[in-house]
């Protein structure tokens, strides 16, 4: 089991910036494919940013040159680096662990941490 808890979300103007954090515990996360995913009313969770363990890097095209997906095995920790946010950025993001690895692959998640871009 892998408990995942974000933190350094909240309100800030448009063209601001946010570091968002995710420390996971329960497990090493070495071998997990860590991203974070964004979710507003009505809609479903997107993908945001993936690193995968190989160190393989994905960005949805709407943040890509914006923001900046960064892992620290050493101390179970992803980051989020969100530059020149927009209001379309507010949304709900959710740090996310998965295990490829296992037998049965599996999925964790964070509760979440509200991001408000203000225009």
């Known amino acids: 089991q892998v408990r995942l808890v974000e933190s350094g979300g909240g309100l800030v103007q448009t063209g601001g910036s946010l570091r968002l954090s995710c420390v996971a515990s329960?497990?090493?996360?070495?071998?997990?494919?860590m991203g974070w995913y964004s979710q507003t009313p009505g809609n479903q969770r997107e993908m945001v940013a993936v690193?995968?363990?190989?160190?393989?890097?994905n960005y949805a095209d709407s943040v890509k040159g914006r923001f900046t997906i960064t892992r620290d095995n050493a101390r179970n920790r992803v980051y989020l680096e969100m530059n020149n946010l927009k209001p379309e950025d507010t949304a709900v993001y959710y740090c996310?662990?998965?295990?490829?690895?296992?037998?049965?692959?599996?999925?964790?998640w964070g509760l979440g941490i509200p991001v408000t871009v203000s225009s």
């Open positions: 996310s662990a998965y295990d490829s690895t296992a037998y049965r692959p599996v999925r964790y």
């Open positions: 329960g497990r090493i996360i070495t071998y997990f494919d």
């Open positions: 690193v995968a363990y190989s160190g393989n890097i």
